[in-house]
């Protein structure tokens, strides 16, 4: 574990307080865990960017052939 400062306005310092005391925490556990789901977060939709860039992509039309229509490409029958 690494401690670190920070400094809060007084209506932030007062939410925290009151937050962590409702999760029977402390202030500085209940800022860590916010950052910790923050990172986790962050490093999911990276992760996610990173499998979608990463695939081929998806050939529409052969040469010499007219892109579909943008009905077909959008259409989803079971929502209609």
């Known amino acids: 574990m690494k401690n670190v400062t920070i400094t809060l306005d007084e209506e ?8 962590a005391a409702e999760l029977d925490t402390s202030v500085s556990r209940l800022v860590g865990e916010m950052l910790r789901e923050k990172m986790q977060a962050e490093r999911s939709y990276e992760e ?8 081929r992509p998806k050939v529409l039309r052969q040469p010499g ?6 009905d077909e490409l959008h259409d ?3 929502l209609r």
């Open 76 to 78: 989803r029958p079971g």
């Open 12 to 19: 932030t310092a007062r939410w925290a307080r009151v937050r």
């Open 48 to 55: 996610a960017m990173q499998r979608y860039l990463s695939r």
């Open 65 to 70: 052939q007219s892109y579909p229509a943008r």
